[in-house]
């Protein structure tokens, strides 16, 4: 490395190169210079390209130029000393993490669970402080934050219900009662023999039960080894003498008579009916709610809890009974060949069961409002008004449950609903659910369901629905017309003209019949002879409740067209509506007393007499007295087949001397095209001296 002192100030040029000039007039900036391969001494400016990526360093005195790889050459330039700012120069700089530049500025990120970056002094302090690895066996153990181990004997499990624990000397590593005010100890099994020390508390090894030995001939346990809730009795060996050690054996629960095992059923100690082998085994305090049956005897006692006694033998049955009645009769819900489970029950109870049977709850519910309006936008209220009552005999609410049917899961949810309470009955009025917008979607027209659920606590069940119904898509109402822009004829109308007149005025008006349904626009079709339809206009914009239609003249359809229809398309957010107009084309017949005959179009047609083709058939010309010139002008494809006169005896007149004959010119149609017409004319020699009718029958 060679220091450099250039008398000279540095300039950012803005193509990207840096030059040092020599002026003696600055002051003087250290410049060090970190050439790799070769040492120059830079007398004048280095110039750098970025271009080629090379440096060029050029000598002042000769103007030779050196040219160096830029990957060969270093610069540390201390920009702050310059006093220049710098831009243009290096405009692309990336940085890789942990590195981040931004705004000139390089910087370095805090590590984190994520990231990679520095380590802060206090994260580095807590891994300083790591506890040290442990060497060693037995309990880990904690002071004040050191942790150690503990070389300690314990108890930790019992081997067998064989093993007695008893007043021993903590030298042999087990508990001893004078140790602490209350001692611990778990049985192995409800049949394990307890010791009758009164400050050691015995724990069932599910840990159900527990109590305090204090007397030799029992120990009061409770439900929980916590104490919260009393229980019942636990009597150990009261009908015994306690053995050699002072252990007692365990011989009932709750007055259940343990088997010669020491086991004890527990489960059929809670309420209904209790049966021992003896009464002698009976509880010292009795349950009301429990039926006390001496199966030795078949006798049954119930305990009376004003008197504290067990009192009243009740004879129950020994075995069922088999219901035999004639005649379709029945003993209350059992029929004849049923058999009645009454063993060990009283007849009290067998008939209480034969006639009372839980009765379904009445349960009503209704919703509002219904039906809503096709395509109701969110949110959507619902009102609820729901409740119960219970039937059946003695029993009380045990789960309401107010539940909803979501469309777009599938599945029912609940509401709100009632836990166990001793109610018999419930409303509710004026209870609000917001339908969920995932289930009213866009024109949805599935119903929005409720339901009730009700059961008693004797299981009895029932429910009630109501549906929230919405009300279908209503089409908007379109009137919709096609009137003749003039009428020639007075047969004619808007939907019956003379082939040719096609002019046609579109005009009519739409109305909205769903009001969450915007109309859109509104298009012309027409459709010629049966055929397609084709439109004849573009599409109309049209207020989203409806309006008038702008009046457009339609005369596409020419003198080949029978019949067309006219369409109106309008469009709204759910679907399209249309509405037709038919119009029919027909040619006239022209036919009349006439001063002098046709030769042309006008002559024609300023006969006063005429009808369309499809008009009465056969017809009647009226000769009067004046005329002596009669004459019948038929369109093309249509001729006379037939023609008489009704007052001269039916005599014929077409192509008979005297009668009508033809002559073939044009005559234009409604619309002034030319046709070729059959016309058919017929001179007297004088007018009738009375009218004559003529009949004339065509094909």
């Known amino acids: 490395m060679a220091n450099y002192v250039l008398n000279n100030f540095v300039r950012q040029l803005s193509g990207g190169n840096i030059q040092l000039f020599d002026k003696y007039d600055i002051n003087q900036i250290n410049i060090n210079v970190f050439i790799i391969t070769q040492n120059y001494i830079v007398e004048n400016y280095i110039r750098i390209e970025s271009s080629d990526n090379t440096v060029h360093i050029i000598d002042f005195n000769d103007s030779n130029e050196v040219i160096l790889a830029l990957a060969k050459l ?55 402080n790591k506890q040290p690895p442990l060497n060693g066996t037995g309990f880990v153990v904690s002071n004040a934050g050191n942790i150690s181990y503990d070389t300690n004997k314990y108890l930790t499990t019992l081997s067998a219900s064989s093993i007695y624990l008893t007043t021993v000397s903590a030298s042999t590593g087990y508990l001893t009662p004078e140790s602490a005010s209350s001692i611990y100890l778990t049985l192995a099994s409800a049949s394990s023999y307890v010791g009758g020390t009164s400050t050691v508390v015995y724990f069932i090894e599910t840990g159900e039960y527990w109590g305090d030995a204090t007397q030799s ?50 489960a059929s100690g809670f309420g209904g009916v209790q049966q021992y082998t003896s009464s002698i085994y009976f509880p010292i305090t009795g349950n009301p709610s429990i039926l006390y049956v001496d199966k030795s005897v ?68 209704s919703t509002s409002p219904s039906p809503l309006i096709f395509n109701q936008p969110n949110p959507i209220i619902v009102t609820i008004n729901f409740g119960y009552t219970i039937n059946s005999l003695g029993a009380a609410t045990n789960t309401a449950v107010l539940q909803y049917y979501s469309n777009s899961s599938s599945t029912w949810n609940t509401i709100t609903s009632i836990a166990s309470t001793s109610s018999t009955s419930y409303s509710k009025t004026g209870f609000t659910y917001a339908i969920p917008n995932a289930d009213n979607p866009q024109f949805n027209t599935t119903p929005f369901q409720f339901k009730y659920v009700v059961t008693d606590t004797l299981y009895a069940s029932n429910s009630a629905t109501s549906s929230v119904t919405i009300n279908g898509y209503a089409a908007p109402s379109i009137t919709f017309t096609g009137s003749a822009s003039r009428i020639n004829l007075s047969i004619e109308s808007n939907s019956n003209r003379e082939v040719g007149n096609n002019s046609t005025i579109l005009k009519g008006s739409v109305g909205r019949n769903s009001i969450y349904v915007p109309i859109q626009y509104y298009q012309y079709f027409i459709k010629i002879n049966n055929g397609s339809y084709t439109n004849i206009s573009p599409t109309y914009s049209i207020s989203s409740g409806g309006g008038s239609l702008l009046n457009f003249i339609d005369s596409s359809a020419n003198s080949s067209a029978t019949t067309v229809t006219y369409q109106v398309l309008v469009k709204d957010s759910y679907t399209t509506t249309t509405s037709t107009y038919t119009i029919n084309y027909n040619y006239v017949i022209f036919y009349g007393a006439v001063i002098t005959s046709s030769t042309n179009s006008s002559g024609v047609r ?94």
Do not use: C
């Open 217 to 266: 001939n029992g120990v009061n346990w409770n439900l929980h080894p916590d104490g919260s809730a009393n229980f019942g009795n636990f009597v150990i060996d009261s009908h015994g003498t306690a053995s050699s050690n002072g252990n007692y054996l365990l011989v009932s629960v709750n007055g259940i008579t343990a088997g010669a095992d020491g086991n004890v059923d527990i």
């Open 74 to 128: 270093q610069v540390e330039i201390d920009i702050a000393k310059l006093g220049v700012s710098v831009g243009g120069g290096i405009t692309d700089i990336n940085a890789q993490l942990p590195l981040v530049y931004s705004n000139n500025i390089l910087s370095i990120n805090q590590a984190t669970s994520t990231q990679s970056g520095y380590l802060s002094y206090t994260d580095y302090n807590i891994l300083n």
């Open 606 to 699: 300023s006969n006063s007499n005429y009808q369309f083709v499809n008009g009465t058939n056969p017809f009647i010309l009226n000769t009067g007295t004046i005329s002596r010139s009669y004459e019948i002008a038929f369109p093309p494809s249509h001729s006379p087949t037939i023609i008489i006169d009704l007052d001269a005896l039916n005599a014929p007149l077409l192509n008979v001397t005297g009668g009508y004959f033809s002559n073939n010119f044009n005559v234009n149609d409604g619309g002034g095209t030319p046709s070729l017409y059959n016309i058919y004319n017929m001179v007297n020699a004088i007018p009738y001296p009375i009218n004559h009718k003529h009949q004339i029958t065509y094909n």
């Open 298 to 365: 078949n006798l049954s006692w119930y305990w009376d809890a004003q008197s504290l006694t067990y009192s009243t033998i009740i004879d129950v049955f020994p075995n069922d009974i088999r219901v035999s009645l004639p005649n379709g009769k029945s003993f209350g819900k059992y029929a004849s060949g049923a058999t009645i489970s009454s063993k060990g029950k009283t007849s009290v109870q067998v008939i209480t069961e034969a006639i009372v049977e839980p009765i379904p709850p009445t349960v009503n519910i």
